[in-house]
């Protein structure tokens, strides 16, 4: 059974500073790796999809790898801004395009 | 910017009752989904849907739950006979062929 771990649970950083997120998981026959955004009692924003066979994707400020051999992947936000605060989850995909969330990492980007 | 849209954003109901949570997803969508939080806790799988019946399930959907496409646009969930620990935010999410899933804003289910 797929288990997606983040770590840390939470993350406070100032502003200007670069975020770095980390996402595991168990079964490294994902299809997909997905990145959202949830605000407190809010909906999920999808993020980034990195497929499969891609080893990173980029959008914006953000960037997400993907290593499938170590059951990793990575979010990378530059030049963290206080809109940037909000809980940040990460998800693996199986064939039929089931989501399995990790616990998600609180940021706080303090002015 | 199509969107996925749900109703209610919140309800409550009394343990036992029958409630029907909506969902509109993106028009050209071919695959629904629904995934429910308790409060502090991971989002969880429910139910996958694809081709006018379900595709995928987790444990958690037992027989008090049901989904149902009614026509081209609504998708929506069923709990026969809702329990306490049914209290949770549901979200509904839809796709097309690619994999990135798309999030309506939840509907809040307070079970009292």
């Known amino acids: 059974k797929q288990e997606v771990t983040q770590i840390p649970a939470a993350l406070s950083v100032p502003e200007g500073e670069n975020l770095v997120l980390n996402c595991s998981f168990t079964?490294?026959?994902?299809?997909?790796l997905q990145w959202f955004r949830q605000d407190p009692g809010k909906g999920l924003t999808s993020l980034l999809l990195i497929q499969s066979s891609q080893r990173e994707q980029t959008s914006g400020r953000l960037n997400a790898s993907l290593d499938k051999s170590s059951g990793r992947s990575t979010l990378y936000i530059a030049a963290s801004q206080p809109g940037d605060s909000a809980t940040y989850l990460c998800?693996?995909?199986?064939?039929?395009?089931?989501?399995?969330f990790g616990a998600g990492t609180q940021v706080v980007v303090t002015p | 910017e199509p969107e996925v849209t749900q109703t209610p954003s919140h309800q409550v109901t009394q343990m036992g009752q029958e409630v029907i949570l909506r969902c509109v997803p993106i028009?050209?969508?071919?695959?629904f989904y629904w995934y429910r939080q308790i409060l502090g806790q991971k989002v969880e799988f429910l139910v996958s849907f694809y081709n006018n019946e379900i595709s995928e399930k987790s444990e958690i959907f037992d027989d008090q739950f049901s989904v149902e496409r009614p026509d081209g646009s609504n998708f929506t969930l069923k709990i026969r006979s809702t329990k306490l620990e049914d209290s949770a935010m549901y979200f509904c999410a839809s796709r097309a062929e690619g994999y990135e899933q798309y999030f309506g804003p939840g509907t809040r289910l307070t079970v009292t």
């Open positions: 998800a693996s995909t199986d064939s039929w395009g089931k989501l399995q």
């Open positions: 079964d490294s026959a994902i299809y997909n």
């Open positions: 028009s050209n969508h071919l695959y």
